[in-house]
Nanobody
Framework: QVQLVESGGGLVQAGESLRLSCAASITIFSTKTMNWYRQAPGKQREFVASIASSGTTNYPDSVKGRFTISRDNAKSTVYLQMSSLKPEDTAVYYC?????????WGKGTLVTVSS
């Protein structure tokens, strides 16, 4: 069974940084592309970052240069380092991956950025 558990959310002021973690219980974590998504109140869930098994990363323009995704295969954990946070980054952040042909999601961690 696949489990993803996010942590590290909280309340920060604009301009500050925060690091999120996602601990994964999944077979052969190192082979999986891991993703972060977020969902702000009243909005659709949106893609934030991904990291492939090769280490290749991808970001949308909205976070490029401010967010960094990384992984520790020994710990089966993926991280999202967020810097220069803005109020519009306020959202629940979710970890995601695919296994056995299905998407798996964590329960999310709330990030609130005050102005």
């Amino acid at each position: 069974q696949v489990q993803l558990v996010e942590s590290g959310g909280g309340l920060v002021q604009a301009g500050e940084s925060l690091r999120l973690s996602c601990a994964a219980s999944i077979t052969i974590f190192s082979t999986k592309t891991m993703n972060w998504y977020r969902q702000a109140p009243g909005k659709q869930r949106e893609f934030v970052a991904s990291i492939a098994s090769s280490g290749t990363t991808n970001y949308p323009d909205s976070v490029k240069g401010r967010f960094t995704i990384s992984r520790d295969n020994a710990k089966s954990t993926v991280y999202l380092q967020m810097s220069s946070l803005k109020p519009e980054d306020t959202a629940v952040y979710y970890c995601n991956t695919y296994a056995y042909g299905l998407p798996y999601w964590g329960k999310g961690t709330l990030v609130t950025v005050s102005s």
